[in-house]
Structure formats: structure tokens, C-alpha cells
Nanobody, 117 residues
């Protein structure tokens, strides 16, 4: 089994920035089998939506609402992904979940991001 541990959420003013981190741990066979890692978010009363994912080969995919403002990256070991969020808007307020896809989907516990003045 993989474990995903997120950090970096919090309260920020509109226009501000935050950086989220997600570290994957578990058996080596699971780690090397990760196909994609990334972030989804869920706001109250809304469905969970894609924020950004990065594939094993480094291909990135972003949700339309965050393109040009958010950047996903990872460390050289490919076990930690980062989400740099700039120009944050109140509508970015949500619980952000780290996701990893191996032979199944794995989810982190979620971290709250609140954008408010």
C-alpha cells in the first residue's frame, strides 16, 4: 500500500501564493509503479475536480481554472510532488487532495486551502 502525506495548506489573501507538498511512501515495488501523481480539490457542495497531475514521464495536465496560475512539479526521486499556487482567488478555496495512481487510486487525507481577505 502507498501512503500519501500532504502539507502546506492554510489561509491566504486573494492574490497570494501557497505551496502544497505531497510525499508518497510505501513498498519500493509500489513506489516505482506509480504512473501519475497530482492534486484534486473539492469545495463545499461541489464535486471533486482535477487541479494538476504529472505523469511518470513528466507530462503535466492542469484543470482549466488553474492554468497559468498553478504549477505542479516533483522531486528527482519522483516520490514527492509540489503544487505552487499563485494569484489565488476565493474560488480556489477547497480541500486539496493528493492522488497517486499505481495499480489503483490512492488518496491523501486532504489539506484545507482558504482564500479570503
Amino acid at each position: 500500500q502507498l501512503q500519501l502525506v500532504e502539507s502546506g495548506g492554510g489561509l491566504v489573501q486573494p492574490g497570494g501564493s501557497l505551496r502544497l507538498s505531497c510525499a508518497a511512501s510505501g513498498p519500493f515495488s509500489r513506489i516505482i509503479g506509480i504512473n501519475t501523481m497530482g492534486w484534486y480539490r473539492q469545495a463545499p457542495g461541489k464535486e471533486r475536480e482535477l487541479v494538476a497531475v504529472i505523469s511518470r514521464l513528466g507530462t503535466t495536465t492542469y484543470g482549466d481554472s488553474v492554468k497559468g496560475r498553478f504549477t505542479i512539479s516533483r522531486d528527482s526521486a519522483k516520490t514527492t510532488v509540489y503544487l505552487q499556487m499563485n494569484s489565488l482567488k476565493p474560488e480556489d478555496t477547497a480541500v486539496y487532495y493528493c492522488n497517486a495512481e499505481e495499480n489503483r487510486q490512492y488518496w491523501g487525507q486532504g489539506t484545507q486551502v482558504t482564500v479570503s481577505s
